[in-house]
């Protein structure tokens, strides 16, 4: 293969098709605010809390479909809706009852999700059930495109402004709550953040694959960088390597291969590799290092 098939490879399907284009830039844009949200939660140890919170939404977008059939603003504003009710809902009940914040999560965002189902199949079809579960990453329009951008420009932001208690609350809530009353509300906008770059990520990847862009990076991340300063830049760069990859591996198959399940299995793939050669932990350099302590 000479250069100019390998550039043609890489570059053709960007270059000559506009629907390419725009979900390159919708995937880069939710490479930019998802991965850094992923890392604090993997910090936090509420990794799983995401995945809940993706199921959490589908009632909203649901009910918007209902209304508005597949509508960009009725899907979006009622899924925001819906994911921040059930944060909301599980936070109370975890301060009232014994309870604790996975359990409560775990309750309503499988109450969610069987609702969700049963909302679509009211008057929807299997394919519209797909259609809001995987998403439509090569059909993003003008108004997707503008959602995911403005979604990622609000998150980089309001991380920036937040950087600083979340950092302290990752590695000592409870001297946060004693020098500060700043722990509640920052980690109420810290789970809206977390709802709004959902929302946002099921336009491309669907609700169940929003969660794959958020958090494999950030924990492929851990196997390459010791500190925010690098685990943050790092779970960016494999998010969009990731959806770059995912996006011609779909476009150049030869099989019928769904674009937004290749970009989470490129990302998986990253995460493997990760496991096996990261200098931070991966496989083989701790079997090489014990291997050297024994000599």
């Not at 890392?39 to 649901?62: D, K, N």
């Not at 198959?253 to 931070?280: D, E, K």
Request: glycine content about 10%.
């Amino acid at each position: 293969m000479t250069f100019a098939d390998c550039l043609d490879f890489l570059i053709g399907p960007f270059v000559e098709f506009g629907f390419m284009r725009r979900a390159l830039a919708g995937c880069l844009a939710l490479s930019l605010s998802a991965p850094p949200l992923g890392v604090f939660l993997m910090l936090r140890r509420m990794s799983l809390m995401s995945e809940a919170m993706s199921h959490a939404i589908l009632p909203g977008a649901a009910a918007g479909f209902l209304v508005a059939g597949l509508s960009l603003p009725a899907m979006t504003l009622g899924g925001l809706v819906a994911g921040l009710a059930v944060a909301l809902a599980a936070g109370l009940v975890t301060r009232s009852t014994v309870l604790k914040e996975d359990a409560s999560l775990a309750a309503f965002y499988l109450i969610s999700l069987a609702g969700g189902v049963f909302l679509v199949s009211l008057r929807g079809s299997q394919v519209d059930l797909l259609h809001i579960l995987f998403g439509t990453v090569l059909a993003l329009d003008d108004d997707a495109l503008t959602l995911l951008g403005g979604i990622s420009s609000l998150t980089l932001i309001a991380l920036a402004l937040l950087y600083r208690p979340l950092v302290i609350e990752c590695v000592d809530p409870l001297f946060l709550r004693t020098v500060s009353r700043a722990g509640g509300p920052v980690h109420s906008a810290f789970l809206a953040l977390v709802v709004v770059n959902l929302v946002g990520g099921f336009q491309a990847l669907g609700t169940l694959l929003a969660v794959g862009l958020m958090l494999l990076p950030a924990i492929t991340a851990r196997f390459w960088a010791a500190d925010l300063s690098g685990l943050i830049p790092v779970a960016m760069l494999v998010s969009m390597l990731s959806s770059v990859t995912g996006l011609l591996v779909s476009y150049h198959a030869g099989i019928r291969l769904p674009t937004g399940p290749a970009i989470v299995l490129a990302a998986g793939a990253l995460y493997l590799v990760s496991m096996l050669v990261g200098p931070r932990g991966g496989l083989i350099h701790r079997l090489v290092r014990r291997r050297h302590l024994e000599a």
